[in-house]
């Protein structure tokens, strides 16, 4: 190049390289990272005076592109000390990374070379067109490692890089280019060679703005590669595109060759074809998913085993096994995260409210949790999978979520885990940490995701056949209500006319007036149970503001009478809650029957009256044996199933279905050898009522 703006421009671009050099060598920074940057600066700077064409000082062409193609060669080397070196798999990612993108590279070499073996063409000029190849797959490469930097080198990274990836991207973009027309053209175009200079100096000021902010590399990690398939499936795209189009470059080089006066039409026609081709491909949904299922099965390996975890899951969940089906989610769910305790808590919908319905291993208490507690809220607001101790480390990531006491409190509980069902909470579950402790990742979050939904499946399936079965035992138990029914009429009428007889022809005055009165009462509660059946098919009463002191002291007055080891405790002033005054008293004789024959004759049963944020709260409590967790979630409150002799299963149920038709709710509290303890929680009453005394509590005792 004779020209004098070439050659100044040229010998421009040297000097700002060779400062380059100097700077980067002055720096104080690791003498590794500097001696990386300044070697491409300094080869940079040969490489701009050999191209300068100074005066006595001509440089052949073939030499311009070797010293060309080690410049290209020294930056990829300095992009490839980016990578940092992965300490679990003990080899350096950057000898992976290189190894996989020059493996294609090489084979696209040996195709392009193999006519001129086979020609027997002379080493020098087959040199020349390797080095010419080289110049264009270098730049792809860079090209390669800078896309792969700035997604996964993360954000402080990505600031630390970001001007040597656009400078240097720059750079290599238009060497490709130039490389490119070259193969093309048979020759250098004096227009991008220029143009090349300029941009080299450019550039210059963009590749030392970064290698400043690189300078306290050595104190602190490098840029991290993270595997993920969506990168992978970028990266796999730009490696293929790029070698799809240097093989059409070296194809159109040949057809340039031995074409003759057609060579110049084909080269261009496949071009243009090759480009139509390559958009297609990469537009086509079908190929991309191929590839990455490609990428997913050979480039990737998982901690789990996917379909060894995923059929352990079914078969537990499937297999016929005495424990019931929430203790099979259980367990199926903490073994996936090899975790020995979990508890499964499920929504009551008529309670608004989730019990413990299954425990494994897992330590109490196990308290409900209500529906507007700020836990579920977080679930219906996020349907994320709660990590305890990311929430105690870093309680910014999870919002305004306040966990419960009983959860915190404990420091073996790991997950919280929600199981969605048709978009809404069916429950939630919680786990312990594992046997071996490890930090959540995504992989474990995926995984747990898609168990809960499928069990969360099972779950909602397995209620709504208890419900058919409930509904079944109840259409059965009330068909044989009704024959006793009609049963009971009979037996009415038939006394009613051996009364009338009896009144006619009876012998003695003394026995027939004993009779009388035998008859008369019991064809009186015959009569008064047919009207309360009667009453029950009219419209239910409606609930109305009751002062709940004086309904106690009734029900008390009542019970004293046969006996005697019941006692009262109520707030001074009155208390108002809505209720249906002749079913709240239902409900508390049907309670304080039970709790009397728990306790025994030797026994206790207090009644009790107090007031809990705003909502008056009546409980009936027992010393007797007590309950234990399962008997109340399972058996308590399940229609037809007694445990006395000649009981019928109804009173508890029947208990919890009038406590629910008020709109209050029933709650136990029971441990063996401790008692037991239910509780109603009524909706409060006007609070507009006279108040008196300043409020204490008064107790009525055994009299």
């Known amino acids: 190049m004779s020209d004098f703006v070439g050659t100044a421009i040229f010998g421009l671009c040297s000097a700002t390289y060779l400062i380059l050099f100097v700077l980067s060598m002055l720096a104080r920074t690791s003498a590794l990272k500097g001696w990386h940057f300044a070697v491409p600066c300094l080869i940079t700077a040969v490489w701009s005076l050999s191209a300068a064409d100074l005066p006595g000082l001509s440089t052949p062409v073939g030499l311009q592109d070797a010293v060309e193609l080690v410049r290209n060669g020294g930056w990829m080397f300095f992009l490839l000390t980016l990578w940092r070196i992965d300490a679990r798999a003990g080899v350096s990612s950057r000898r992976v990374l290189a190894s996989r993108a020059l493996a294609p590279i090489a084979l696209i070499l040996v195709v392009v070379l193999l006519p001129y073996l086979y020609n027997l063409r002379s080493a020098i000029r087959s040199a020349l067109i390797v080095v010419s190849l080289l110049n264009i797959i270098l730049p792809v490469i860079c090209l390669l490692l800078i896309e792969n930097l700035l997604r ?277 579950m919680v786990i312990d940490h594992a046997r071996a402790r490890h930090p959540l990742d995504w992989e474990d979050r995926d995984l747990l995701s898609t168990a809960t939904i499928q069990a969360a499946s099972y779950l909602a399936e397995e209620m709504t056949a208890e419900e058919l079965r409930s509904a079944r035992r109840l ?134 009256l107090r007031i809990d944020a705003d909502r008056p709260i009546i409980e009936v409590a027992d010393n007797g044996p007590g309950m234990d967790e399962t008997f109340v979630n399972k058996e308590l409150f399940r229609p037809l199933a007694s445990t006395k002799s000649n009981g019928f299963g109804i009173g508890a149920y029947q208990t919890r279905h009038l406590v629910r038709e008020m709109g209050a709710q029933l709650e136990v509290e029971t441990a063996p050898q401790k008692g037991t303890t239910m509780r109603i929680v009524l909706p409060r009453g006007d609070m507009a009522t006279p108040t008196s005394a300043p409020e204490s509590t008064r107790e009525s005792s055994q009299g």
């Open 475 to 608: 259409e059965d138990f009330n068909r044989q209500f009704a024959f006793v029914v009609h049963d009971i009429k009979n037996v009415v009428g038939q006394m009613s006319l051996m009364l009338e007889n009896a009144k006619k022809f009876g012998d003695n005055p003394e026995f027939q007036k004993d009779m009388l009165e035998t008859v008369d009462n019991s064809v009186g509660r015959m009569r008064a149970l047919l009207e309360q059946l009667s009453a029950q098919r009219r419209q239910a009463p409606t609930a109305r503001t009751l002062e709940l002191v004086a309904i106690l002291e009734k029900v008390l007055t009542h019970w004293r009478k046969t006996a005697t080891n019941i006692s009262l405790q109520v707030p001074t002033r009155p208390v108002l809650a809505v209720a249906v005054e002749p079913t709240l008293i239902s409900v508390l004789d049907l309670l304080v029957d039970n709790a009397l024959s728990a306790a025994g004759p030797n026994g206790s049963v207090e009644l009790r």
């Open 152 to 428: 996964t080198g993360g954000t402080p990274g990505r600031w630390e890089i970001k001007h040597l990836c656009l400078g240097l991207g720059t750079l290599m973009t238009f060497t490709f280019f130039v490389h490119s027309d070259l193969l093309l053209q048979g020759g250098i175009n004096q227009t991008f060679a220029e143009a090349h200079g300029l941009i080299t100096i450019f550039v210059a000021p963009l590749l030392y703005s970064s290698f400043h902010r690189l300078q306290n590399w050595q104190y602190r990690p490098e840029v991290r590669i993270t595997a993920s398939p969506k990168p992978a499936l970028y990266t796999v795209a730009l490696v293929g595109s790029g070698s799809y189009l240097l093989l059409m470059a070296a194809l159109s080089y040949y057809l340039h060759d031995i074409g003759g006066r057609w060579g110049l039409t084909l080269q261009i026609s496949l071009m243009v074809a090759a480009l139509l081709v390559m958009f297609v491909s990469l537009t086509s949904t079908q190929i991309k998913s191929h590839i990455k299922v490609l990428i997913l099965k050979n480039f990737f390996t998982y901690r789990y085993d996917y379909r060894e975890e995923w059929l352990k899951f079914i078969q537990m969940m499937s297999a016929a096994q005495p424990s019931s089906m929430e203790i099979r989610i259980v367990r199926a769910i903490a073994d996936l995260m090899n975790s020995p305790a979990g508890g499964l808590w499920i929504l009551q919908r008529q309670d608004d409210c989730f019990f413990v319905d299954a425990v494994w291993n897992l330590a109490g208490p196990h308290p409900p949790v209500r529906m507007d507690s700020p836990l579920i809220g977080f679930f219906r607001r996020t349907c994320r999978i709660i990590d305890v101790e990311e929430y105690r480390k870093h309680p910014e990531r999870y919002g305004d979520l306040l966990l419960p006491e009983w959860i915190t409190d404990r420091s073996t509980v790991w997950l919280i885990v929600p199981l969605l069902h048709r978009n809404d909470i069916l429950g939630f």
